[in-house]
């Protein structure tokens, strides 16, 4: 999967349209007409497109519609052979623990795509795998959202032997209906709407050796990986900022031209990388800001506490710069 912004919006690529394609012709809906419906081309039924993801995201919708299927994020988890993550979900498979799984998954985020951030969080109870896009509110949107996280854990369990369980999960996306149903397909409590998505384990979970752990192989894996980021270039600008951002967020200067100047970049390059990626530098500070909003919520700290450690004068003005809609 990728992401790129073009005046129609952020471009995806997405794999599993002709999978989607045999699903509903098992009901006798014809995927051509709802491709067609969605503004995407007749030929995505037989392989990859990019397009813009809202496109995507509507023919999800519609297909989900026809298909009566509410949670068809869920369904189509469990239908996707392994391997959709490429080379990524292979040395996270030849891991040799739960952990070092998920480091790998973390570092090696930019193969699966350029544009979502994976970030492994842990303390002395749990670990907490949180995925976003910056400057996209709802991430992939829900259906999408669903499935990654249910797709992880579904792998994670093959090779483990056994369902893993978890101590909660999050989205990004909100739902009107069927909230209960995803928190017990997922058999956890779950929050809808939070900053970004992502699941948490216990510290157990995550020093769980792994059925398919090879480390041999894991190390070789690990260094293709490595060398095919390395094409990649530095990892891409969005990725870039939010890192600078995390480290100076309570501590330092994080006006635009502070974080340019501890990237060995000017500020006019800077914003044009930015806007070529589909964001503003703006979008990305309030993303960051966000999902370490929620991160310090649930620890229990204070808004005035939490104000200072993002970097606001006072609770006030977090909320009127993070709660209140913005204008360009």
Partial sequence: MATARTQTGSLFTFRMIPMISGMLASRGVDAVE????????????????????????????????????PL????????????????????VRSAPTVQRGLESLCELSALINPMLAFRLVTDVREARLHWA???????????????????????????????????RAWFS????????????RLACPTELGAADCGFAVSREVLASRMRTADEPLFDFLLGQARAQLAHLGTHDVVSQV???????????????????????????????????????????????????????????????????????????????????????
């Fill in 34 to 69: 709802l491709v067609r419906e969605a503004g995407l081309p007749p030929e995505s039924v037989r392989g990859e497109i990019t397009a813009p993801l809202v496109r995507i995201q509507r023919f999800i919708e519609l297909a989900a519609r026809r298909l009566e299927a």
């Fill in 72 to 91: 068809f994020g869920l369904d189509l988890a469990e239908r996707v052979p392994s391997g959709a993550f490429g080379i990524t979900e292979f040395v």
């Fill in 133 to 167: 896009i910056p400057a996209q509110r709802d991430t992939l949107g829900c259906h999408l959202n669903e499935y990654t996280n249910a797709y992880l854990l579904r792998q994670f369990g093959i090779v483990l032997d056994t369902p893993i369980p978890l101590e």
């Fill in 242 to 328: 939010v890192r600078v951002l995390e480290v100076r967020l309570a501590h330092g200067d994080v006006s635009a031209a502070a974080t340019a100047k501890a990237m060995a970049t000017t500020l006019r390059s800077l914003q044009r990388h930015l806007a070529e990626a589909g964001t503003s530098y703006r979008d990305v500070l309030a993303h960051v800001r966000l999902r370490r909003r929620a991160e310090l919520a649930r620890s229990g700290l204070s808004e005035t506490e939490i104000a200072r450690q993002l970097g606001f004068a006072d609770a006030r003005s977090m909320r009127r710069s993070l709660d209140e809609p913005q204008t360009d």
């Fill in 173 to 184: 996306h909100t739902r009107r209906t069927h909230a209960g149903d995803v928190a017990r």
